[in-house]
């Protein structure tokens, strides 16, 4: 197989034309503007904003075509793609990372329902001393104020676990300034395709149901984002992908 050299653009187009299939429904059924699948056909990937867009739209159009999306991905780079282009792996190599940061997480819950729970525990001491002296200018039944106090221990402690609903990251992309392809997985790179294609200008795409993010940009400048109804501020500029949770935004890489 070494040596073996296919020419990307010709074999796109005569695919496509087997399929009796014109540029504009392949535009509607990708999503993907006509000029970059023709930019495509015709190998004239300079005229795309920047290689992710090219690796992006080149997967999407072959697979649209029923052809193999990784072996065009692997022919582009090896005949043109440029070495500063980050790899594949690197969001992979930074997942040990990630999970340090997660398991700090878990100590850091761990110690807040620790202390949640030495709160309660003093809340309900002191309720029940306090309860009972209100009692005693109301009335001589003291029994009445036994009762009362467990029951302002208990929806104390129903009300403290109802605060881990908060942390889904709940991410609103917009294109306001011009068009941007996108990649987005549940959790990691390796997680639940979400989402893929291009966001047109004037477009917006939710994601509401999921603790974590991880989504590949390509002109991440055209977009304004909104976390958790809040506008992020330091949102990347540049092809990059990012890590999203309820706590921010971070970048993994850049191209």
């Known amino acids: 197989m ?19 299939f014109e540029l504009p429904r392949a535009e509607a059924d990708t999503k993907i503007r006509a000029k970059y699948l023709r ?25 649209y075509l029923g ?9 582009y780079n090896s005949r043109f793609a440029r070495e500063e282009e980050f ?33 309660v525990v003093v809340a ?16 001589d039944d003291t029994p009445a104020t036994s009762q009362q106090a467990p029951t302002t221990a208990t929806e104390t402690q129903e009300r403290a676990p109802s605060q881990p609903v908060q942390r889904l990251a709940r991410l609103v992309l917009n ?9 987005v997985r549940s959790g ?9 294609g291009t966001l047109q200008q004037g477009q917006a795409q939710r994601f509401a149901k999921w603790k974590r993010l991880w989504i590949q940009l390509g002109a ?7 976390l958790n109804g809040h506008r992020v501020k330091n949102f990347p500029t540049s092809p990059s992908v990012v890590a999203v949770t309820a706590k921010g935004v971070r970048v993994v890489s850049t191209a």
């Open 2 to 20: 070494q040596g073996f050299v296919f020419e990307i653009g010709n074999s796109l187009r005569e695919a496509r034309l087997r399929q009796g």
């Open 39 to 63: 930019a495509l056909e015709e190998e004239h990937f300079e005229v795309l904003p920047g290689e992710t867009y090219v690796k992006g739209f080149l997967r999407t159009y072959s697979e």
């Open 67 to 75: 052809l193999d999306g990784q072996l065009y991905v692997d022919e």
């Open 87 to 119: 790899p594949v792996q690197s969001p992979a190599a930074r997942q040990p990372r990630a999970r340090r940061m997660e398991s700090n997480f878990v100590v850091v819950a761990l110690a807040g329902i620790v202390a949640v729970t030495i709160l």
């Open 124 to 139: 309900w001491k002191f309720g029940s001393s306090g309860a009972s002296t209100s009692a005693n200018l109301l009335t």
């Open 175 to 183: 294109a306001v300034g011009g068009d941007c392809w996108l990649r």
């Open 188 to 196: 990691s790179a390796t997680g639940e395709l979400l989402y893929e």
């Open 220 to 226: 991440p400048v055209y977009l304004q984002a909104k």
